[in-house]
């Protein structure tokens, strides 16, 4: 099972260059969920740490882990408590993303 955050921004602005920007924005938000996850991961051998990446294709990213056994420490088990290393990454950054947006596309107009 594979755990991934998708952010989804679609804008259509033809006379602007809005795309790029959201699509700058989203890059430095997907590379710094990944770092950010990273470094709050547990660690046994290293692999999950290791496995997780961001991909940013457009105006979507997916940032995750193909490991196995990722979502049993994400999402914990009854014998382990949940460690919630993506979503928490993801919360700290995602915060303000729409702002930092806005105020790019502002300084265009």
């Not at 470094?39 to 997916?62: F, H, M």
């Not at 882990?65 to 979503?87: C, I, N, Q, S």
């Amino acid at each position: 099972m594979d755990i991934k955050a998708t952010i989804d921004m679609n804008f259509k602005f033809k006379d602007f260059d809005i795309d790029n920007i959201v699509e700058r924005e989203l890059t430095d938000a997907a590379s710094d969920i990944e770092k950010n996850a990273k470094a709050i991961t547990p660690v046994d051998t290293g692999r999950l740490r290791a496995s997780i990446t961001a991909d940013v294709k457009g105006l979507e990213a997916n940032i995750g882990t193909d490991v196995e056994y990722a979502h049993f420490v994400h999402d914990g088990t009854y014998k382990m408590p949940a460690r919630p290393f993506l979503f928490s990454a993801a919360d700290s950054i995602l915060e303000g993303l729409e702002e930092r947006i806005a105020d790019e596309i502002a300084r265009l107009l």
